[in-house]
C-alpha cells in the first residue's frame, strides 16, 4: 500500500467516527430537549390545576365557613418540592374537594362543576406528558448505559436521569414503590 492510499483510508475512517460521534450527540440531545419540554408540559399543567384548586376552594370556602379543608394545599406555592409530591398533594387535595362536594350538595353548581372538569382535562394531559417524560427518560438512559455510546454521553457529561416519580431504579433501595 502506498501512502496515498493509507491517508485515504484514514480519512474515510475518521469521517465515519465523525459521523457516527454527530448522530449519537445528536440522539442523545433529542432525547434530552423531548424531556425537557416534557417538564414545561407538566409544570404548565400542575400550575393550571393548583390555580383551579385555588378556585374551587374560593368556591366551597363561601358554602363551608366553618372549616378551611384546602389550607394545607393553597399554602403549596410557598413550599419547595418536586413536580411529583406537588402532582401528589393536588391530588390528595382534588379527592378532598369530592369528598366536600358530596358532603355539601350546594356546591353542585354550575361553575364547581366546570372547574372539576377543567381538573380532569387537566389530569389528563399531566398523565400523557408524565408517560411521554418515562418513555423518553427511559430511552435515554438506555443509549447512556450502552456502548460505545456510553462514552459520548461521559464526554458530554449526560447523567442518568430518573423518572417522574424521583425513584432511581439503580440505587440500593428495595422499597421504592412503597405507598
Not at 33 to 45: F, N, P, R, S, T
Not at 130 to 153: C, Q
Amino acid at each position: 500500500m502506498n501512502l496515498s492510499s493509507i491517508v485515504l483510508i484514514l480519512i474515510i475512517l475518521l469521517g465515519v467516527g465523525a459521523i457516527f460521534y454527530i448522530i449519537t450527540y445528536n440522539n442523545l440531545m433529542n432525547f434530552k430537549l423531548k424531556i425537557e419540554k416534557a417538564e414545561g408540559i407538566i409544570d404548565e399543567a400542575l400550575r393550571k390545576k393548583y390555580d383551579t384548586i385555588v378556585k374551587l376552594n374560593g368556591m366551597i370556602k363561601k358554602v363551608v365557613t366553618k372549616k378551611d379543608y384546602l389550607k394545607e394545599y393553597v399554602a403549596l406555592k410557598d413550599k419547595r418540592i418536586t413536580n411529583y409530591d406537588m402532582d401528589r398533594k393536588l391530588t390528595e387535595a382534588e379527592n378532598l374537594i369530592m369528598e366536600v362536594k358530596g358532603d355539601f350538595p350546594e356546591l353542585d353548581t354550575k361553575d364547581f362543576n366546570k372547574e372539576i372538569k377543567e381538573i380532569k382535562r387537566i389530569n389528563e394531559d399531566l398523565i400523557s406528558s408524565k408517560n411521554y417524560y418515562n418513555r423518553n427518560t427511559s430511552m435515554l438512559n438506555t443509549v447512556i448505559r450502552k456502548f460505545p455510546t456510553n462514552i459520548i454521553a461521559k464526554i458530554h457529561r449526560f447523567k442518568i436521569k430518573p423518572f417522574f416519580d424521583g425513584k432511581n431504579m439503580q440505587d440500593a433501595v428495595i422499597d421504592d414503590f412503597k405507598l
